[in-house]
RNA sequence: CGGGGCGUGGCGCAGCUUGGUAGCGCGGGUGCUUUGGGAGCACUAGGUCGCAGGUUCGAAUCCUGUCGCCCCGACCA
């Protein structure tokens, strides 16, 4: 037989016992179908937003999980342990987060204590976790370690949602590794990739692993997986060969070829000018003179934001008939400007709303939106003349000692542009592009006439549909995800910051390499039941539902039934099955709608047969039912929860 | 934070335009009938109409402020 995974051998419960409240309506305050259901069938209720309460339904399937993810984590080698989640700013201005993470956007909850001390409640352990490497790990004979947790976090997002899928305050179970060299590294994430994998098909859920963009963790490589669900907040591009996944964030792919402008090469041209007014649009601008999106370069303005107060703008030059990807912008951006200006804040479209904010004096009238090309002057950065009124009148009102929306770093303007050139705008011959005037096109310019020698950048999000890198026949095919987990190969950024160090064979003292290595534990149970449901409620996998097994008294009033009933949930229990009896004086077709809702994987009615002791047996998943009698029943269950207890194949 | 919406018994909602009695369905309790797919009848309990000001003889309703919640964007497991 195989070992489950549960922590509930043989556990049971009445549901007359249980606490449970279904619901018969949808609450109000849910919208995607995995946060009805959990709400509707007793398993979460909302304190606050983003904050819940784990009702015990919850609960077990919660502590199931966990204990899947502890077996195969064990069975790694890793190490389970418990890690504080008060964590002290010190620790965190050591490695450079406690501004980025407390301030404006910041997402960790922090607080002073009694002595003045300032201290965070953990979003992550990073910082926690190396400061005790660098305390324990001393030589090259300790390494490699991998050590997880599972626990609470708590992240002040910005946009808590959907219940369990962006909560305030969650459960993670999040890994740490250290490593003597990038080899041993290498091999442990994959390690993980693999335990991630086998995790996630025993939880029974359809997951796609895809590549990802580090974000601010920091690091090189780094893979999320996906549980595919069209409620996903993200948005996957695949192959459909199955050798190329992505996170669009990260996505690469060929762009479509571009269309030549008809007249032919124009190496080394400045252009035609043309007049088009009021045409701002690409659309416009190619329904009036009959030219293809490709055979343009468009041009955006933005505002990078740092921690020490730059703002610097940003002139961005795409093909027309592409998108900006804003996480391969960032990235660019900060490989580029964190060494001298510290963290990356933010980018946001230039707007006068933003240059006010800002408190920059920026006159925006001199900037011909809409007729932008590459070699926009950077004198329309200028200092704003005087007699511009606008900032005049409102900034003495909010300056004098409100500090309400100043940051700490005085915003200050940088007086050139940063410009970065997509490559499928840098591969253009020659094109249409704005004269930098109003009303004005120029036709067939090229970089070379514009006197720009751009460097070919890749700043454009892949499509669906768009070829792929690794074979052009292939093309990317979309579907939304839910990101249940993500691993990180983090390198040498905290320990190098934070002094974990230790002797290597050569007996030369160097850096520890990290990996880490999350996943949503209460997110992918929500994730499941985004994934498994029907109409009538959950369908939890076998290896993750609260109890295995829900036998169904339908009239309480016969005796008959209660003592069949009785003797099956006692018999069950015995046997090691997670079984709930639902005793409760009810008619049956609130049982049966209740049973539905919370979506025990077999339901065992004692009904009508009682008497010659027969029983029904029904699969949630699919309702298939039959009849058998009642001493059979501990041997067919048996049978067929050994096979979704070991995790059953996620699909059916 | 910007944009949109909502706060009325435990849950889902109506009432607000045009100020005057707080209402419906579900749920809870009691009784009778019913008893294999969210039963029927009767009785019953339960509401500072988010909060604070204001206008008015009178505010759930009008005005101002404020708090909370949900949805769309930036963040992320």
């Known amino acids: 037989m195989i070992a489950s995974a549960t922590v509930f051998a043989g556990a049971s419960m009445r549901v007359s016992r249980l606490m449970l409240v279904t619901l018969r309506d949808d609450p109000a305050e849910a919208e995607i179908p995995s946060h009805k259901l959990l709400l509707r069938a007793g398993y979460i209720r909302r304190l606050s937003s983003g904050i819940y309460a784990y009702l015990p339904l919850l609960w077990r399937v919660l502590q199931k999980i966990s204990a899947i993810v502890r077996q195969e984590m064990d069975a790694t080698g890793a190490l389970e342990t418990l890690l504080p989640q008060l964590q002290p ?13 407390t301030a404006g956007e910041g997402i960790m909850f922090h607080l002073t204590d009694r002595q003045g001390r300032e201290l965070g409640l953990g979003p992550t352990h990073e910082e926690v976790i190396t400061t005790l490497a660098a305390d324990l790990l001393r030589s090259y004979r300790q390494l490699p370690v991998n050590i997880y947790q599972i626990q609470t976090k708590f992240r002040d997002e910005i946009r808590p949602r959907f219940g369990l899928m962006r909560g305030r305050e969650f459960i993670m179970k999040d890994a740490y590794s250290f490593h003597g060299d990038e080899d041993s590294l290498k091999q442990t994430y994959a390690a993980m990739d693999l335990a991630y994998r086998r995790i996630f098909e025993r939880c029974g859920l359809r997951t796609v692993a895809v590549e990802a963009d580090s974000g601010a963790i920091g690091g090189s490589a780094s893979q999320e997986f996906m549980v595919t669900a069209e409620a996903g907040e993200d948005l996957i591009l695949a192959s ?5 996944a992505a996170n669009q964030e990260r996505a690469v792919s060929l762009p479509p070829e571009a269309l030549p402008l008809p007249a032919g090469p124009r190496a080394g041209g400045v252009g035609e000018p043309l007049s088009t007014p009021g045409q701002t649009t690409i659309e416009q601008l190619c ?7 490709s055979q343009l370069v468009k041009v955006l303005l933005l505002l990078a934001r740092f921690a020490d107060g730059q703002v610097q703008p940003l002139l961005i030059s795409l093909r027309g008939d592409q998108q900006l990807n804003e996480v391969k912008l960032a990235n660019t951006v900060a490989a580029r400007l964190t060494p001298a200006h510290g963290a990356l804040l933010a980018i946001d479209p230039l707007t006068p709303e933003l240059v006010r ?7 925006l009238r001199g900037i011909p939106f809409g007729y932008l090309g590459p070699d926009l002057d950077d004198a ?11 900032d005049r009148s409102e900034s003495p009102v909010g300056a004098p000692g409100d500090g309400g929306a100043s940051s700490s770093a005085e915003a200050r303007l940088v007086r050139s542009f940063l410009r970065l050139a997509d490559a499928t705008a840098v591969d253009l011959v020659a094109f249409v592009c704005g004269a930098n005037a109003v009303d ?19 700043l454009r999000a892949a499509q669906s549909g768009d070829r792929c890198l690794h074979d052009p026949d292939q093309c990317l095919q979309a579907a939304r995800g839910i990101e249940v987990g993500h691993i990180f190969q983090l390198g040498r950024k905290y320990s190098e910051a934070l ?16 990996g880490c290595y999350g996943i949503g534990v209460s997110r992918l149970a929500q994730a499941a039941v985004e994934q498994h449901h029907d109409r009538d409620g959950i369908c939890w996998p076998v290896a993750i539902a609260p109890f295995e097994v829900i036998v169904v008294i339908a009239n309480t009033q016969e005796q008959a039934q209660v003592e069949l009933a009785e003797g099956l949930y006692n018999e069950l229990s015995a046997a090691g099955v997670e079984v709930l009896l639902d005793d409760r004086s009810e008619r049956a077709g609130v049982k049966f709608k209740d049973a539905d809702l919370i979506g025990i994987p077999w339901r065992v009615v004692v009904g009508r047969g009682a008497a010659t002791g027969q029983v029904e047996l029904v699969r949630r998943a699919g309702s298939e039912k039959c009849e058998l009698p009642a001493n059979a029943v501990r041997a067919r269950l048996e049978t067929e929860l050994s096979r979704g207890r070991a995790g059953e194949p996620a699909v059916r």
């Open 499 to 514: 002094g974990a160090r230790f002797t290597n064979e050569s007996g030369v003292d160097e850096a520890l390499w990290m």
């Open 380 to 390: 329309v950065l200028a200092k704003a003349p005087e007699e511009m009124g606008l």
């Open 357 to 363: 904010s800002e408190q920059l004096s920026l006159d």
């Open 287 to 293: 329904g009036a003179h009959g030219f293809e999106p």
């Open 240 to 244: 459909a060969d199955g050798r190329y």
């Open 89 to 101: 700013a010190e620790l965190w201005e050591r490695s450079g987060r406690w501004a980025g993470y």
């Open 440 to 458: 004005g096109h120029r036709v067939g310019a090229s970089w070379t006439g514009l006197g720009l020698r751009p460097e070919p950048l890749d």
